[in-house]
């Protein structure tokens, strides 16, 4: 049968490989004794060829493979490669520290004051009242605020205001700089230059000494630039210029204002020779008769830095005013007025600071805008509000 056959195969195919098997061990151990009979050294050699074969065949494998992974990582190089590692110090290298503190002190401290000290140093102007009292000995009699009204007769037009209220301070004050009690009648308002606001203190302090019922003239006595009779409406056909020239008597140099109490004289026509003018003896007997008449007389004198006429007018007057203007009077000009002071020439003299702004306080003292009001809503002063930036801006 078939199965019997199949095993019959199996058999011859075993028994076949029996006999190979065995003629190979045959072969072998007669190899073997074959290489037996070989010397020691050379199968030795035989060991070492072997052994070398095996590993230069190991070496070459090796080497390929570390050619490949070196492949591998050439095609996957980073960016960027760390040359040095990171070396940690205590300090840094940036930012220097102590160079940023002391450029902080330079730009905090030094800076700043080196920035005061040059606007002080170049600031010829006068800010304060304590620049006064540096560069003069004259005493301060008024300090007059910022004027905030569209006129130069604020005390007669708003008798309430704050501005009123300085003006009747420098009026009080006018008691205690008479010589011997009596308090001076004859005034003189002089300043350095135009613009101080010499002729606006003028015009007040003579209409507020006139509120007190005291009856008071003033007279424009700077005949190279008459300008008094605009601000209260009236002419300067004639005046001070045509009188002392003898083209009139007094009485028709003499005008009748607003103010009950207030008569003016003003300038007149400009002469040809004013200073001539106001040193002729008309000038001196016009006071003198005057004086039988009003309690008060104030003068407008010129600027004291532009012509010499004001020191020829202080030798007829009681007391003279000094007019500076904060922010615009220049400290030069102040210093020069304090030699003609001590030369004499400036003889019972005070300053008056105009245009005074306040920064702080209520202002008692002097006068410094006076203001302070009682006005919490007890009516005691008129509201001095400040015009509207638009009108500031229109007035400039």
């Known amino acids: ?22 003629d190979y061990k045959t ?23 072997r052994k ?24 996957n190089l980073p960016d960027n490669k760390v040359i040095d590692a990171a070396r940690i110090e205590y300090t840094p290298v940036k930012p220097k520290g102590l160079l940023n503190y002391a450029i902080a002190v330079f730009l905090g401290l030094v800076f700043p004051a080196g920035f005061v000290l040059m606007r002080d140093f170049f600031d010829n102007k006068i800010r304060t009242k304590e620049d006064i009292d540096k560069l003069t000995r004259m005493s301060v009699a008024a300090v007059i605020g910022h004027n905030h009204k569209d006129t130069n007769t604020t005390v007669a037009d708003h008798p309430k205001s704050s501005i009123s209220e300085a003006f009747r301070a420098w009026r009080a004050n006018l008691r205690f700089l008479g010589k011997d009690g009596v308090e001076p009648r004859v ?11 010499k002729t606006f203190c003028s ?35 004639f005046g001070l210029s045509s009188y002392l020239s003898g083209q ?4 028709k140099a003499i005008q009748n204002t607003n103010l009950s109490h207030l008569d003016l004289i003003s300038a007149g026509p400009i002469p040809p020779n004013p200073s001539e003018l106001i040193m002729s003896p008309r000038f001196s007997a016009m006071l003198e008769e005057l004086k039988e008449t009003y309690d008060y007389i104030v003068l407008d004198s010129p600027p004291i830095g532009l012509v ?32 003609k002071y001590e030369q004499g020439l400036l003889h019972d003299t005070s300053i008056v600071i105009n245009d005074y702004k306040m920064t702080q306080g209520y202002g008692y003292g002097y006068g410094y805008g006076y203001g302070y009001g009682y006005g919490y809503g007890y009516g005691y002063t008129e509201d001095d509000h400040r015009p509207s930036l638009w009108k500031r801006i229109l007035r400039r």
């Open 1 to 22: 049968s078939e199965r019997a056959v199949l095993k019959e195969n199996l058999k011859n195919i075993i028994e076949s490989s029996d006999i190979l098997i065995n």
């Open 27 to 49: 072969r072998i151990d007669k190899l073997e004794r074959e290489i037996a009979t070989f010397p020691s050294t050379e199968r030795e050699l035989i060991n070492i060829k």
């Open 52 to 75: 070398f074969e095996l590993n230069e065949n190991l070496y070459v494998f090796l080497m390929e493979k570390q050619a490949e992974t070196g492949i591998a990582k050439a095609s």
């Open 187 to 197: 005034l003189s308002i002089t300043s350095s230059i135009g613009g101080e606001g």
């Open 203 to 237: 015009i007040n302090i003579a209409s507020v000494l006139s509120l007190s019922k005291k009856k008071t003239l003033l007279i424009g006595v700077d005949l190279r630039k008459p300008k008094i009779y605009n601000d209260f409406g009236l002419k300067n056909e």
């Open 248 to 251: 009139h008597d007094l009485a």
């Open 308 to 339: 010499a006429d004001p020191y020829e007018i202080m030798n007829h007057t009681d007391y003279n005013f000094y007019v500076t203007r904060q922010d615009y009077t220049d400290k030069n000009l102040l210093a020069m007025a304090q030699d």
